[in-house]
């Protein structure tokens, strides 16, 4: 794209058309996602797809673009060709060959790439069960575009909105239209977007600032990744209509600094906008000067905490300062700063494009619009899914997801991190929204969605979370930092079989008190993980302490391994290949293992030909 | 919440029940505590902002969820809070009981048994230290100060309030200083892995004040008193001239001060030391203070009775007055010693010895700041308050290093700086100070009038200056404007060897200040042109109208911590107490009646005539009290010599120093710590000296053997104790008449303060000057007696650092402060000494006309080329055998600022 200024929607417009032009070209495009799929050889797909096209003279023809996550991760490497919707993986460089002779040259699919629906090989994506349940917004243009080239992101319509907005509504229009969407902060403070505008707009001062959170530290939360890695530009484009809203000139996009290709993405399109007109000064010649800044986090999840944020970005320790006052009226060097999740910025656009009614449209009282969930756990369709507030957690789980791993039955779903808690079977119907989830001792959170199955502890669970919040823990302040290590202690004394009568009532109550007494965010949450799974699976909790059982036989010393006499034939494998001297027993006559002697390996459950076998 | 709706500055909440009137903008918790309503808290200080870490000041707020900080709230009208409620006292037991679960619980042997909030806390709330398992971090693992000879970190003591790392960051901005680690292994650090020996910790010790437990505390203190066993009592340092107050911890037991503690809302220090005041008390017990009397035969000292010593100088310094006269006998008074100290030597001088021969060390330093600002306001003091500096809007500073020199006053300035204020710096060095500064003008040593005229020139030129004022206020204008003719910027620019366009900005800035204040000390006064610059910068105050109003006026900051009071009780040839002239009959006259005698009339020298008058001869008989003058004043290879020739020296002091070294008797007088008396400190604020600890050995206090001496020399002097002699001093003293030791015994006054209803005065010159209308005076520029030559291309200038106090005598008793700087150095820029071939560390070979020496280089940026610095702490590297002894024409102050030199590799 030749280094021309954009300074007029109309320019805009006239850049869209040329572009989708030059789109139009090719006949056919081959959508090599290269965000995450990086991870499994995407780098060597498209540059296989780059090498034979060339071979077979289609470089003319054919494009290869390499684009953002698709969404799908369990299918990955991810392949998506244009304009016959079909989605192909996982790809491997072997398969480039028959993929163009097929389908680009024949017109035909390659039905081993496909997915497998019923039965039958399903190449068109639309039609996958995965995506047919799923309302692509905010993700609508993430593997369909080079997220580093800023023509293909004005081709799609980027840039469109914010020049609607800033040539033909005033800040308080734009304030009043997302209020009135009902934007909710998707990060997981789940508060208005609308109303926090509104406060930095009537703060008093005139030097304000916009701050993107993409620090996502909730582990197995990736769509803030997806989206700066996907299409940066429509972010960067939230970002514009915000701090037009709020009276901003400069913004700054905190990234974790382990998202490093979300760094490499955003920079160049932070360049690439400057370098056209669409950040800095005047820009669509409204007379409203903006540019913003990438940083870098360094490795602290508690950096996701908007105090926290602001103190990092200032180049102090990272730890949360006290609220009141709130940073829209005392933020970032003390001014009034606006901090938006990612996912929230990048359903701007579309609700100034379409109207705050279309957004609405969509979704339940306790939360209008799509949420971007982040699959993952015992569920066949890992990966990012976008689906409209108020889909039930069977939908999600089932009709978008594929179902349980192994169809093993559910158990529970995690839901918001290690802020939130487990939503258990009874609950599968839940429509999912801010209000309904709370109602159950969970968060929507940022988007993780974890699926259990029988197997998974949910006792260890809880340990694991708690794990997670000392590692993160600032340590400013004792209910969190030496509260939760106390949790931590007594989950690890339970899960290893000396567990006390006392310690769930002892939970309960340092929990409510680490709620009450913590400074921050991520001290009010951090217990819920705990409280949530002794509310909803106490039982389980009950026999790990009385029974000295582990029920999912997850937590070692709390499970027996045990021959059937029935099925044991005597071959002598297990015993062979034991560490120890705990199985004993006659060739071809059944075998027993001692249990005092047994170390719970599970080799000899791994070993066994004839399944005799079994944890109990 | 409803908007604040203060009436003027007050505003009305209810706490508990109670209503309460709070200062707007105050948060709850200090409304709460003004108000007398006890709300627990461990991480508040009211220096430091608000954090919210320790939850223990939590209170419910009617109309809002769950529990708030009270600490961090800001006070609403209309408020309703509750401070007890069974919610927040159950939530302040569960924090109590977690702290206690990640301490070592062990005040059997705890330092700070009895003086800990933790322990406080623990039993009001009866939290339950078994609860929880304990998990409390290892004592006694190497941590960043286990090298440190000052203070040691236990983090098994450690409550994570923070407050340590927050008056480092915030208050002394060091920020040496931080958390380390994240969640329970969170503990103090240097951060970047080294001790804190080599981090940029200033050993103020404010860490270690405001640490609620033991977790920091003195290392030499340790084991020895629990608040209990240490009486603490409150007197004001024996340093430097901001005279903060301080509260000696002594083990009465032991006789022995085992630390140095300061209550936070004293004025004027707030609970602030610097490293001299927090640490170095070790001279007090140190054994090579003197015990006994001495008095030399043949060549060497023996022990005496005080008997045989008193008599033996009365019977010499009288038959030396009376064969001699008034002009060959000499008394060297000590501003390091009490105000009733100098008011006697004084008196003991003029009426026992019958001679105006009397001084003290105020002419090495401020001599020009007293003859200035005397000639052109009336006054030679500090014209505003300590307290007034955070206010000041502009900030001047020339010649002056408060950062390293007068610590507090530095903190003043860090914390007006904090506010926004704005700082311009001239100083040839690139101090502290210096880096954070808006301007830094580093021009050449002993170009401060070239600066200054043209500075004021341009404002006029600019008509920046206040005409009204100067009209209204000032006389003899039109000869000062005379002299400026020639004065350009360009030519200031050349001659200081700094950018044209930073002066004009300076004066720019300065003169638009609202307001702006000038403050300097001895890189005006210790030039032979000194009191010509304090002269001109009196005019810049007056030609602004910057002076006579709340943070704003000229301020030489006094070096020692009562040369103040030296020279108001007339330690000095030519004033009596309260600067009432000797040459006025009217005020002689005065004094003798009350004295019953007559007085000398003889033209009195200071002590750089003692010094030449010795060397030609004609000095018989020298008095020297509490100052090493080979040691401090210039040329000391010359003053040794000179000294000796002197018929009969006593010296009157605490330790064997070089002068006393050269005496016939010495006599052993005691420090700060073991009497009573006051100290006038930078600000003319009268404070306390309280006797803490016994003396060692046969020594008296100071104001017992100058009665005693005069005795002997047949005018009988005696009083019950210190407070009557302050009395009878203020009885003759306008300025100090308001004064006396019940009024000051919380807080100390400043003077002028003519009566006893009198407040006392923060700041000099509102409406009137004290001589009435301020004097403008000419002053043309003149260079340096020795200015750099092919034979000696440098300028050498001196002056002092943080850690050591002049000679040093006392500070390097202190393990700490040695170990800090164990040897002299020589600041060299690094072309300068990449042209001789040497690098940072290397030994260097520093000469001038009068002596050599060689020291480390501490080779960098910090100087302007072809100009080096050295301190002169270090007696074995006595940097004043370098020194030029060519004196100031008013006052006779030396040159240390600037003469020539060389260095080479030695």
């Keep these: 794209m030749s280094e021309q200024l954009i300074t007029t929607a109309k320019e805009l417009t006239a850049c869209q058309e040329k572009f989708q032009e030059e789109t139009n070209r090719f006949r056919a495009r081959v959508m090599v996602c290269s965000t995450g799929c990086r991870a499994l050889g995407a780098e060597a797909l498209s540059k296989a797809f780059h090498e034979k096209l060339a071979a077979a003279g289609l470089e003319r023809e054919i494009a290869v673009v390499e684009t953002g996550c698709h969404g799908q991760c369990s299918r990955a490497p991810l ?40 039965g039958k090989p399903t190449p068109t994506r639309s039609e996958i069960p995965f995506f047919k349940s799923q309302s692509r917004e905010v993700m609508k243009h993430c593997g369909s575009l080079d997220p580093k080239r800023l023509d293909q992101a004005i081709a799609l319509g980027s840039y469109q909105a914010a020049a609607k907005a800033l040539t033909t509504m005033t800040p308080e229009q734009v304030i009043a239209e997302v209020l009135e969407a009902g934007l909710k902060g998707r990060g997981g403070g789940g508060f208005p977007a609308g109303m926090k505008w509104q406060f930095c707009r009537n703060a008093p001062g005139t030097e304000k600032y916009l701050i993107c959170n993409s620090d996502e530290g909730d582990p197995g939360a990736f769509m803030d990744r997806a989206l700066l890695e996907g299409v940066p530009h429509q972010i960067v484009e939230g970002m514009i209509i915000a701090a037009y809203a709020i009276g901003a000139s400069k913004g700054f996009v905190y990234v974790r600094a382990e998202y490093p290709i979300a760094v490499e993405h955003l920079n160049i399109a932070l360049k690439a906008a400057r370098a056209h007109g669409l950040l800095g000064k005047n820009i669509f010649g409204s007379g409203f000067d903006f540019d913003i800044e990438c940083r870098m986090g360094a490795g602290a999840f508690v950096c996701g905490e908007e105090t926290a944020l602001i103190a990092s970005l200032e180049g102090q320790r990272g730890t949360p300062r006290p609220r009141p006052p709130f940073p829209a009226i005392s933020g970032y060097n003390q001014k009034p700063t606006i901090i938006n999740n990612v996912e929230t910025l990048g359903n701007v656009p579309r609700i100034i494009a379409e109207g705050k009614e279309r957004f609405a449209s969509v979704g339940t009282t306790g939360g209008k619009g799509t949420k971007i969930f982040a699959l993952a756990g015992k569920v066949r369709n890992t990966g990012l ?62 988007g993780g969605l974890i699926v259990m199955d029988d197997n998974t502890c949910m006792v260890d669970m809880a340990r694991f979370f708690m794990e997670f919040v000392q590692e993160e823990s600032c340590g400013k302040c004792p209910p969190c930092r030496v509260g939760t290590r106390h949790l931590k202690d007594i989950l690890e004394r339970i899960c290893a079989g000396h567990g006390k009568e006392s310690d769930l009532d002892e939970m309960e109550k340092l929990g409510k008190e680490i709620i009450a ?53 005597g071959c002598g494998i297990c015993a062979k290949n034991c560490p120890t001297t705990a199985i004993s027993g006659e060739k071809r006559k059944a075998h027993a293992i001692d249990q005092q002697a047994c170390v719970k390996c599970g080799v000899c459950n791994e070993k066994c030909p004839y399944a005799a076998i079994s944890k109990v | ?85 069974e919610g927040v006292r159950a939530s302040r037991k569960n924090t109590l009981e977690l702290l206690l ?104 010790g404010g860490c270690v004040n405001v640490c609620p437990t033991s977790a920091l505390y003195d290392k030499q203190a340790k084991g020895l008193g629990r608040s209990k066993d240490l009486k603490k009592v409150r007197t004001t340092c024996t340093y430097c001239g901001v005279g903060c107050q301080m509260d000696l911890n002594v083990n009465t037991k032991l006789n022995r001060i085992v630390r140095v503690t300061s209550e936070v809302g004293c004025v004027p220090n707030n609970g602030a030391l610097c490293v001299k005041g927090k640490y170095a008390f070790d001279f007090v017990h140190s054994p090579e203070r003197l015990t006994t009397p001495l008095i030399k035969e043949n060549g060497k000292f023996r022990e005496a009775s005080w008997e045989e010593a008193l008599t033996l100088v009365g019977k010499r310094m009288s038959e ?189 800035m300065y003169a638009k200040g609202n307001p702006s204040a000038i403050f300097y000390t001895l890189g005006i006064t210790e030039h032979t042109c000194g009191t010509n610059n304090v002269r001109n910068l009196a005019n810049l105050a007056m030609l602004t109208g910057q002076i006579g109003k709340r943070s704003s006026g000229i301020n030489p900051m006094r070096g020692q911590n009562n040369v103040q009071g030296a020279c108001d009780m007339g330690a000095m040839p030519k004033n009596l107490p309260a600067y009432q002239k000797v040459a006025d009959p009217a005020a002689r006259a005065k004094f003798e009646q009350a004295w019953g005698v007559s007085l000398p009339t003889n033209e009195g020298g200071c002590v750089t005539d003692f010094m030449e008058k010795a060397g030609e001869g004609k000095l ?157 005076q000419a002053i043309p ?23 050591n106090y002049n000679i040093a005598n006392m500070t390097r008793k202190t393990e700490a402060i040695a170990n800090k700087h164990p040897e002299n150095f020589v600041e060299v820029h690094r072309d300068d000494a990449a042209a001789i071939g040497i690098k940072n560390g290397d030994m260097v070979k520093v000469e001038t006309r009068r002596g050599s020496l060689v020291v480390k280089a501490h080779v960098a940026r910090k100087v302007r080329p072809g100009m080096i610095w050295m301190a002169f702490h270090h007696e074995e590297s006595n940097t004043n055998l370098l020194t030029n002894d060519a004196f100031d024409a008013t006052t006779r102050t030396g040159e240390y600022k600037a003469c020539s030199a060389r260095i080479s590799k030695p």
């Design chain 1, 79 to 118: 392949v998506l060709i244009e304009p016959h919707d079909f989605l192909y993986g996982p790809v491997k460089v072997e398969d480039v060959e028959e993929i163009i002779q097929t389908t680009l040259v024949g017109g035909q699919p390659v039905d081993r790439l496909c997915e497998m629906v019923d």
């Design chain 1, 385 to 446: 899914v976008e689906v409209p507030m108020g889909m039930t957690l069977r939908e999600i789980v089932y009709n978008v997801g594929g179902g349980v791993l192994d169809d093993r039955p559910f158990k529970a779903a995690q839901m918001g991190g290690p802020s939130g808690g487990c939503v258990p079977a009874e609950f599968l119907d839940l429509a999912i929204d801010y209000d309904s989830v709370k109602s159950v001792g969970a968060i929507v959170g940022s």
């Design chain 1, 517 to 569: 007494g913590s400074q921050c965010g991520l001290g009010q949450t951090a217990p819920n993980p705990v409280l949530s799974t002794i509310r909803h699976f106490r039982g389980e909790f009950e026999a790990h302490i009385r029974d000295h059982k582990c029920p999912a036989k997850v937590c070692q010393g709390l499970y027996q391994f045990v021959i059937d006499a029935d099925k044991c034939i």
């Design chain 2, 1 to 85: 919440m409803k908007e604040n709706t203060e009436k003027g500055n007050t505003v009305l909440v209810q706490i508990d029940g109670r209503e309460v009137a709070a200062t707007a903008g105050s948060s709850l918790l200090d409304a709460a505590l003004a108000a007398g309503i006890h709300i627990p808290h461990i991480c508040h200080d009211p220096r430091l902002t608000p954090t919210g870490a320790c939850r223990l000041c939590l209170v419910e707020i009617e109309g809002e969820r769950g529990f708030q900080t009270s600490c961090t709230r800001k006070v609403v009208e209309g408020m309703k809070v509750r401070t007890q409620t």
């Design chain 2, 101 to 204: 679960s990640e301490h070592c619980v062990d005040c059997l042997t705890c330092d700070k048994d009895g003086d800990c909030l933790l322990q406080d806390y623990s039993y009001e709330y009866q939290a339950d230290k078994n609860r929880f398992p304990n998990v409390a971090p290892a004592a006694g693992e190497p941590n960043y100060t286990s090298e440190s000879f000052a203070l040691e970190y236990d983090p098994s003591k450690c409550v994570r309030c923070q407050k340590c790392v927050r008056y480092c960051q915030e208050v002394q901005m060091a920020e040496a200083i931080t958390m380390t680690n994240r969640g329970g292994s969170i503990e103090v650090s240097t951060g970047i892995g080294v001790s804190l020996n080599e981090s940029s910790c200033e050993m103020c």
């Design chain 2, 320 to 508: 030396i007055r009376d064969q001699h006269g008034p002009d060959a006998i000499a008394f060297l008074s000590s501003s390091r010693c009490t105000n009733e100290d100098n008011y006697l030597m004084q008196k003991l001088a003029r009426v026992a010895g019958k001679t105006n021969n009397i001084d003290q060390c105020a002419t090495t330093c401020h001599g020009p700041s007293v003859a200035g600002l005397g000639e052109s306001l009336g006054s030679g003091a500090m014209t505003n308050a300590i307290d007034e500096i955070e206010d000041v809007d502009t900030l001047f500073l020339i010649g002056g290093n408060p950062t390293e020199a007068h610590p507090i006053i530095g903190l003043a300035m860090k914390k007006a700086l904090r506010k926004g204020a704005k700082l311009i710096v001239a100083d040839p060095r690139e101090t502290w100070l210096a880096k954070r500064a808006l301007i830094h003008i580093k021009h050449r040593p002993g170009t401060d009038n070239m600066l200054i005229n043209a500075m004021m020139a341009y404002i006029i030129e600019k008509n920046l200056h206040d005409p009204k004022f100067i009209q209204e206020r000032c006389e003899n204008y039109p000869v000062f404007l005379e002299n400026l003719k020639g004065y350009t910027i360009e030519k200031a620019a050349e001659e200081c060897g700094v950018p044209a366009h930073l002066i004009r900005e300076a004066a720019e």
């Design chain 2, 620 to 776: 018989k008989a020298f008095y020297c009290f509490g100052e090493d003058p080979v040691r401090s004043e210039p040329n000391s290879a010359k003053l040794a010599e000179d000294v000796e020739k002197i018929d009969f020296v006593v010296c009157q002091e605490i330790f064997m120093t070089e002068t006393a070294k050269l005496a016939d008797v010495v006599l052993p007088a005691t420090c700060f710590a073991e009497k009573d008396g006051t100290f006038a400190n930078t600000e003319r604020r009268i404070q306390r000296v309280r006797k803490a600890v016994e003396a060692p050995g046969l020594c008296r206090p100071d104001w017992e053997i100058l009665c005693q001496v005069s005795t002997a020399m047949g005018y009988p002097m005696s009083y019950n104790d210190p407070s009557e002699i302050y009395d009878e001093m203020a009885a003759l003293s306008p300025n100090f008449a308001g004064i006396n030791y019940d009024r000051i015994d919380k807080v100390g006054i400043q003077w002028p303060c003519p009566s006893t209803e009198h407040p006392g005065t923060p700041f000099l010159h509102q409406g009137r000057f004290t001589r009435g209308l301020g004097l403008f």
């Design chain 2, 781 to 803: 520029h003149t260079p340096p007696a020795e200015v750099p030559d092919a034979e000696y291309p440098m300028i050498l200038s001196t002056g002092r650092t943080l850690y």
